[in-house]
């Protein structure tokens, strides 16, 4: 479990708090919405046993350091990135979604997350692309408020 709190919680929140710095007000509205998303996706996977993360006998308490960490932290990342480049919204989307479908990849070939019932990479990478999207449709809801 030290592992899963120090790199979905301890090691995301230094490295965005450090990006952030300069626009903390997106940590504040943006990463309760993407910590939620992360929670929901998570909730159905691990109940349709899609994937689980280790260790197992912590059930769904294994996957709230990425909940609370990684998840928000990068979609903070995402609207930020949106905001201050030139790229097209679909094309960031495309390459956070990629990001986070890499990172998760790496955790698989660890041991860290394991598939199953048909559970794959390209699956991961949609359930990324509809996060994503869902967070930065919750932005664009946001600031017209």
Known sequence: MFVNVWLGFCLP?????YILRDDRS??????????FIAFAFNEI???????QVTPEQFGVLSFLPYNLGVFPVLGCLCVFSARKSKLNIFLLLILFSLLKTGLEMI?????KVSYGHG????WTFFSYLIACSLTYGMYRLLRRA
């Open 45 to 51: 996977g691990y109940f349709r046993q899609w994937w």
């Open 107 to 111: 955790l698989v070939l660890f041991g």
């Open 13 to 17: 929140w230094l490295i965005g708090i």
């Open 119 to 122: 559970w794959n990479a390209f």
């Open 26 to 35: 997106l940590i504040y509205t943006i990463g309760p919405a993407a910590s």
